[in-house]
């Protein structure tokens, strides 16, 4: 699935943790961009499609194969490998954890472990979100690496275009923002709407994953892939309408990512 998409999911995660945190604003965004950032990092690993990969980071560490080819492979370092795993998930946060203990002799406080909840679960959130695309190169994520199981490759959503998917996401992170805007203002507790309001984006995100009627799957290289992207943008216009796919799409035009 796409990085925007992920982030706003790891946003809309923010929300629910900022609700058990204090009232102050600072400390609210603060987590709320701890559980995004947690939701875009797996995909670090597609670095290797960057441009000028090979004669910098891959000359550096004397790879052996171009990023390209690292980019599809199921080395450790290619995508939806070990960055995608419940594994880096928690190394992350264990060696946070470790780090600050270093400098710091006291008890991690309330806000530093609700940072690191909203890191892992935006993280694992994006894991989930990658498990419906199709098979491709990987078979899924890795999810329990070093286990060289991949979970996920169902096809049940093309990798991007998914652009129904991304305005729930928005929409939740958005209403969560106003409820703890208003919660900040009136100094009243906010916990149980914000996460009604997550609760009911999940399921509607869900619910849109598995009616799409149509079966993106395939296995390594595929000649349908122009006609699959196709296919997921027709299904776009009928689910969004044509004004609003139209937005959506001069938006995605407008991006040097792919979404
Ligand atoms: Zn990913």
Redesign the pocket.
């Known amino acids: 699935?796409d990085i925007l998409t992920?982030t706003a999911s790891g946003l809309a995660i923010g929300t629910v943790i900022a609700s058990v945190a204090p009232k102050g604003l600072w400390t609210r965004a603060k987590l709320i961009f701890v559980s995004g950032f947690g939701a875009a990092l797996?995909?670090i690993d597609a670095i290797s499609l960057w441009s000028k990969f090979d004669p910098t980071i891959g000359s550096f560490l004397g790879l052996e194969h171009s990023g390209r080819v690292i980019y599809s492979e199921k080395f450790w370092y290619s995508?939806?490998a070990f960055m995608?795993s419940a594994t880096a998930a928690l190394l992350i946060v264990l060696g946070g954890v470790l780090l600050s203990s270093l400098f710091r002799k006291t008890r991690p406080s309330k806000i530093a472990l609700l940072s690191y909840a909203g890191f892992f679960l935006g993280f694992l959130i994006?894991l989930w979100e990658?498990m419906p695309t199709p098979a491709g190169n990987w078979g899924g994520?890795n999810l329990f690496f070093p286990s060289e199981t991949y979970v996920g490759g169902w096809g049940k959503i093309w990798w991007w275009n998914n652009y129904d998917l991304f305005l729930i996401a928005l929409a939740v992170f958005l209403l969560n923002v106003i409820f703890l805007l208003c919660s900040s203002i009136a100094k009243t507790k906010i916990f149980k709407p914000v996460l009604g309001a997550f609760f009911i984006g999940f399921c509607l995100l869900a619910y849109q994953v598995n009616s799409r009627e149509f079966d993106f799957n395939y296995s390594r290289k595929s000649s349908k892939y122009q006609a699959f992207e196709q296919k997921s943008k027709e299904i776009q216009q009928s689910i969004l309408g044509q004004k609003i796919y139209s937005w959506m799409e001069s938006f995605d035009n407008q991006l040097s990512l792919y979404f």
Request: charged share 20%; no cysteine.
């Open positions: 699935m992920h797996p995909d995508h939806h995608h994006h990658d994520v």
